[in-house]
């Protein structure tokens, strides 16, 4: 007999960071208003949903995102961990995604294998959360 599984993967609400068009890597902001409604809402899209698990980064957003939708879940269980962290765009973090960061971003995408400064390799970034979702 075979099982089926079904992944949902969703972002985390908005945050101060977001609304500004900025890279925020290894940063930690909280949801702002508009992203704990944008929490809620997730949330209700789940409501008839049996899940039974909920897998996030510890990242404040996340973690914030994630304890909205396991309030109406109660028998859910939780798992917050740092191989689900985003990108580590290192010096980058906190800059606008204006188009001089956005070209620069765009060699190391373009270059895989290289380290973002002070940050991580997309190939390294890749290495780090595959085991994770499989």
Not at 8 to 25: A, D, E, P, S, W
Not at 58 to 78: H, M, V
Not at 125 to 130: A, G, L, Q, T, V
Request: aromatic letters at 8%.
């Amino acid at each position: 007999m075979s099982k089926t599984v079904l992944a949902y993967f969703c972002r985390h609400g908005q945050t101060t960071l977001n609304k500004l068009n900025c890279f925020r890597g290894t940063m930690n902001p909280d949801l702002n208003e508009e992203g704990r409604a944008d929490a809620k809402r997730l949330a209700e899209n789940f409501g008839a949903k049996d899940l039974s698990a909920l897998f996030y980064s510890n990242k404040n957003r996340s973690e914030e995102t994630a304890g909205i939708i396991a309030q109406r879940k109660p028998r859910i269980r939780c798992f917050g961990t740092e191989s689900l962290w985003p990108l580590n765009v290192g010096d980058f973090s906190g800059q606008p995604k204006d188009d001089k960061n956005q070209a620069k971003m765009d060699w190391y995408v373009d270059n895989p294998s290289v380290s973002i400064p002070g940050g991580e390799s997309l190939n390294d970034f890749k290495s780090r959360i595959r085991p994770c979702i499989m």
